[in-house]
């Protein structure tokens, strides 16, 4: 088997290929004066399981095209097979056309994935809502991986936090809160969350439900956070239902713009995201979570 980051991948690639005892191969990057991106692979993949590691988030149109043009390049060196490994998936949000005339971005996404000559796709904590399962989307060989376990060790080693109750601040994110609460032993609940744009969101309690936080820390458990408007929404809704201390975990710190201080603003204690989308929250690293399933299998 041999590694290869993308150039947003490259750190994570040097630890996968460490902890996989995987060779890690080279690519030179650079661009063309007119702003063109050129890419070589330097290494002789011929007969090898080749994995590329790429998040793409960011630059997402830059890092696609950088993908398309990586594994255009290396199907024509003869390799085994050709694995992708998506810590952070661009584009899988729009998974529908919520408007006449809107693209099915996560769709087209996945055909670009494939028909370059891609044999196995990983994701990790994937943005899968109105699609709920990765074979209703992909053709090929795919598998959603999470780093939730680790989230959660993590904010419970590092904080102590009392009694915690999880909390997922969606519908959708109750199969994170349920992994959290499962790893750190507690009980778990879901809210419920009406979205009216990219910015705006409102979140209630499931059915009137009463919370059981009173007097208790709380984690909420999220895939992705964007503007924190979610997070923040939650944390004062179980602050209301008298939880002591917040804490936050997500897998995607893709924080747009003021968005960790704005909930840092609002009251939440600490916010940990991991290494998929590098960044100030980045604690906790998915290297072991990538591989572990590539040892598994290519
Ligand atoms: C979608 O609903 C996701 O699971 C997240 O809750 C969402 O992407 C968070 O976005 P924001 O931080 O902008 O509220």
Redesign the pocket.
Known sequence: MIIFGGSAGEALAVRVANLAGAKLGKIDQKRFPDGEKYCRVLDDVKGDDVVIIHPTGGRPDELIIEYLMLVDTIKDMAPKSISAVFPYFAYA?QDARFNPGEPLSFHLMTRLIEQIGTNKVYTIDL?L?RITDMGEIFKIPAQNLTAVPYIAEYISKIYSPKNAAVIG??M??EQWAKVAAAKIKTDYAVLE?T?FS??D?KIRARGGEALNVQGRDAIII??????????IEAAQLVKKAGANRIYVGCTHP?L?GN?LAKMYAAGIEAVVGTDTFPGPISFVSVAPVIAEALKKGV
Not at 222 to 231: C, L, Q
């Open positions: 949000r943005h809502q601040p969606d959708e994110s969350k979205r990219a910015t969101v999220d895939d992705i956070i964007s503007t924190g408007n979610t997070i893709v747009s968005a």
